[in-house]
């Protein structure tokens, strides 16, 4: 692409549209790079938004998550169905040797057309995954995506956080790994969608769906609200993702029925307006921080000719100019 193709913003958005990735990618980097393009580029993709299905992919490491993926992927395939796959990684600030990995792995799919596959690090971004990832997510929506996985490298905050970020949250278990403890330590019984025991040919899997099973019995759900199916699945053989995806599916259509997929969105859309509007009010006060202003403020407090909360006041009103 010429450097002037590179900036030309609707061209870019037409040819992510067409599906061409290479366009897809330079509107990621775009976001990465927090481009000064980025607001022409949000304004052009707004009205080709919304019709992605959004699926989050969490839980401990090792689970299966990326192989799970991949099997989802080469499933959702088989539906005739447009995917984009974003692997985050909110741990580092470089793409580390795990998504590496993944990317070999991924390569299953690296002709296909209809496969777009993304690692992202959130670089140390104010609020990890808060700042970036919905963005990248609006590329892929607008690009033409029919569902978009996105699956987190790491633990942790990550998991609830990409719970805010998808429309359905699939939580992924196996067996001997300690998961029915960790499943009640890491808040993973309030955020699951749809749970998948994955290694199911190993011994133990009927067990952690029967103790998964009484726990989300005990779990605090609304009355009349989603039941969470547990799926087992053998992610390395394929075995299961057709189940699974019937189930994100249904999970869809639920939400669809209940007023549940609009009132995810609209939460989803006030945390990105708020941390965009965060990090703006940072900025600029990082600028009000530079000023002179401040020192002088300072020095009528410190003279008893002002007083802290008058000096944040007039502060304050350097923000609405
Ligand atoms: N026995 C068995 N092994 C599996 C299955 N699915 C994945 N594995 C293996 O489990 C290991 C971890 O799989 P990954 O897909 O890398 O797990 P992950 O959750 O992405 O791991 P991190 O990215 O490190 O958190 C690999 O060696 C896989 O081959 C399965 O269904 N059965
Ligand atoms: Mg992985």
Redesign the pocket.
């Known amino acids: 692409m010429s450097r002037r193709a590179e900036q030309d913003v609707p061209d870019l958005v037409e040819r992510a549209r067409a599906g061409e990735a290479r366009a897809v990618a330079r509107l990621i980097s775009l976001v990465e790079d927090e481009s000064p393009l980025l607001r022409e580029v949000m304004a052009a993709l707004a009205p080709h938004t919304g019709d992605a299905q959004v699926i989050g992919i969490t ?12 099997a989802l992927v080469a499933e959702l395939r088989k539906r005739d169905k447009r995917v984009g796959v974003l692997a985050v990684d909110p741990s580092s600030p470089f793409s580390g040797g ?1 998504l590496l ?2 990317r070999v ?1 991924m390569q299953d799919h690296a002709l296909d057309r209809d496969v777009y596959i993304r690692s992202m690090a959130s670089r140390g971004h104010l609020g990890g995954l808060a700042w970036s990832t919905p963005q990248a997510l609006r590329v892929l929506d607008a690009a033409g995506c029919d569902v978009i996985l996105i ?1 987190t ?3 942790g905050q990550s998991e609830v956080e990409i719970a805010g970020l998808a429309d359905t949250t699939m939580v ?1 278990l ?1 067996p001997g790994m300690g998961d029915g403890i960790q499943a009640a330590k890491a808040g993973i019984l309030e955020i699951g969608d749809v749970y998948v025991v ?5 011994d133990g899997a009927e067990q952690v769906r029967r103790d998964l099973r009484s726990m989300l019995a005990l779990a605090d759900r609304k009355e009349g609200g989603w039941r969470p199916p547990i799926v087992l ?5 394929a ?1 299961g993702l057709d189940e699974v995806v019937d189930q994100l599916d249904a999970h869809r259509e639920w939400m669809t029925a209940h007023g549940e997929l609009a009132r995810r969105r609209t939460r989803r859309a006030r945390d990105e307006i708020e941390a965009i509007a965060v990090t703006a009010l940072r900025a600029r006060w990082g600028d009000v921080h530079g000023r002179s202003e401040l020192d002088e403020l300072a020095a009528a407090v410190v003279a008893g000719e002002s007083d802290p909360y008058a000096a944040a006041d007039e502060l304050l009103a350097a923000f609405a100019d």
């Open positions: 839980g401990s490491p090792g689970v299966g998550k990326s192989t799970s993926t991949n795990a990995g993944d792995r699956e490298v790491g633990v992924l196996a994955n290694k199911a040919d190993r699945t053998v992610a390395q053989a075995q």
